[in-house]
């Protein structure tokens, strides 16, 4: 069920209604009921898969309580790694199944012995599997690591994984942030709610309007680059940086605001991040629950920096790649990931990588002409590493960003983009002015008039409504 679809527009009331005035009585019946609605969210795009998300939960509950009714090391190990096999076993299978078979094959190929036929199987990636998988298998790490006491409350533990705002795209929670909400009474909070209903509005703003307009010229130019000049290509470069921006973030913002419906906190996903001035910095404001899951669960037990510059560059280079291939069974998002930690590595080693801690133009209206240029150099650097993300290729991409260095790019690109670039422009401006703020509609009472509020409400919805085209999935259900 996609959050910008009637569906969810017939889900959601309804949920809210049933779980704050029916299944109210008890904590136990409220978690049920989540769960309930969450497998029936998950269920409307392919019922099968529930019983993916019922066994990972199942399993990791069982591990958990198994973990803390011994203590016995090997005993101990041993149930943590069958949570990892599991896990980690049930993501290779459906996301990276194909990708070895068809390498395999490819080598084989390369070495003189061409496999006839490589075995290859019809494998449907689940919605969210990334998603979920790595939410489990943290609160496995970190039982394991006495880092957190388990759960025996399987109500609630069931509902933490499945947990319908956040279930396919996270943001990616850490047990220890949101699974203890599910063992408390909730009550409802209008003022959460207000915010989160404005947050949802913004998120839907840079999905509809931005996002889904953005990928008609993305689709039609990457599949027409070879005939298209430069500044086109640019374009559709730039173009593709907004909307993942506007897809990504806009899920995001619409899964943090229903959360807040249901007396739910989740944590920030993004900060604003084309404002970056370093690429440290972008990685500190794009995909935070990700970056800091990385971190923690990966980059720190690997050593981290602690151990001098040449294990700190290896750390860096396997965090990035590692994330390149959390994205996609493909050479292009390890391309992605190897660029990024190349644009990385630099700061790391001259220790520049936390100097921009602080939101730019801190106290200011506008940008000192030094931040203008380390914001669009930075933009810049992402947006080329955006092209690997979004080919089917690394010779597309390739050829792609060969004919972008043409003297054609300094001519005008295809028309009939400008209506999009205001909105675009537009969504940047209000996120510039909110940039020290949670989202783009984060408002006090007393920031404006409520005439003006309202105004401002009902503009977005009827953007929405206007410049909303065919409703297209989230860019990150592929993940």
Request: with cysteine.
């Amino acid at each position: 069920m996609l959050f910008n679809s009637i569906d969810f527009a017939y889900f959601l009331p309804v949920v809210f209604f049933l779980y704050w005035f029916v299944f109210n009585k008890t904590l136990t019946i409220q978690n049920l009921f989540l769960t309930a609605a969450s497998y029936f969210f998950y269920g409307w795009w392919d019922w099968r898969f529930l019983f993916l998300i019922a066994f990972s939960s199942l399993v990791d509950y069982l591990v958990g309580i198994g973990m803390d009714k011994t203590q016995d090391i090997s005993k101990r190990k041993r149930l943590f790694f069958t949570s990892v096999f599991v896990n980690l076993g049930l993501l290779g299978f459906f996301k990276y199944f194909n990708f070895f078979a068809e390498n395999f094959s490819s080598a084989f190929s390369l070495m003189g012995h061409p496999v006839a036929d490589p075995w290859m199987l019809n494998i449907v990636l689940p919605v969210g599997i990334s998603f979920y998988t790595f939410q489990t298998l943290s609160y496995s790490i970190d039982v394991y690591q006495k880092k957190l006491v388990p759960t025996r409350n399987w109500q609630a533990f069931f509902a933490f994984v499945s947990f319908f705002p956040q279930l396919v795209a996270g943001p990616i929670e850490r047990a220890s942030a949101l699974l203890p909400q599910f063992r408390e009474k909730r009550q409802f909070d209008y003022r959460a709610a207000a915010d989160g209903l404005r947050q949802m509005l913004w998120g839907l703003f840079k999905k509809i309007v931005i996002a889904d307009n953005c990928s008609v010229f993305v689709n039609d130019i990457f599949s027409n680059y070879q005939t298209l000049p430069a500044s086109t290509l640019a374009l559709g470069a730039v173009l593709f940086a907004f909307q993942i921006y506007g897809d990504f973030s806009g899920y995001s913002d619409i899964a943090i605001g229903t959360a807040r419906l249901f007396g739910f906190s989740l944590m920030r996903n993004f900060a604003f991040p084309y404002f970056s001035r370093d690429v440290a910095e972008f990685w500190r404001r794009w995909h935070i629950s990700l970056t800091t899951w990385f971190r923690d669960y990966l980059y720190i037990p690997l050593g981290g920096s602690r151990k001098g510059t040449f294990k700190t560059i290896k750390n860096v280079f396997i965090i990035f790649i590692v994330s390149g291939f959390w994205h996609g069974a493909n050479w292009t998002f390890i391309a992605w990931g190897t660029l990024h930690a190349l644009f990385f590595i630099p700061l790391m080693i001259t220790k520049r990588n936390r100097v921009h801690i602080e939101s730019p133009a801190k106290g200011r209206y506008l940008p000192s002409p030094t931040e203008i240029l380390r914001i669009t150099a930075t933009f810049c650097l992402t947006t080329a590493a955006w092209i690997f993300f979004r080919a089917e290729s690394i010779s597309q991409a390739l050829g792609y960003l060969r004919r972008i260095f043409d003297a054609s790019l300094l001519s005008y690109p295809q028309t009939g983009w400008e209506p999009l670039g205001l909105g675009i422009l537009i969504m940047v401006t209000v996120e510039w002015i909110q940039r020290e703020k949670q989202h783009g509609l984060e408002l006090a009472k007393t920031t404006l008039l409520r005439p003006v509020r309202w105004a401002l409400y009902y503009g977005l919805i009827l953007c929405c409504i206007h410049f909303g085209g065919i409703e297209q999935n989230f860019i990150y259900f592929q993940f």
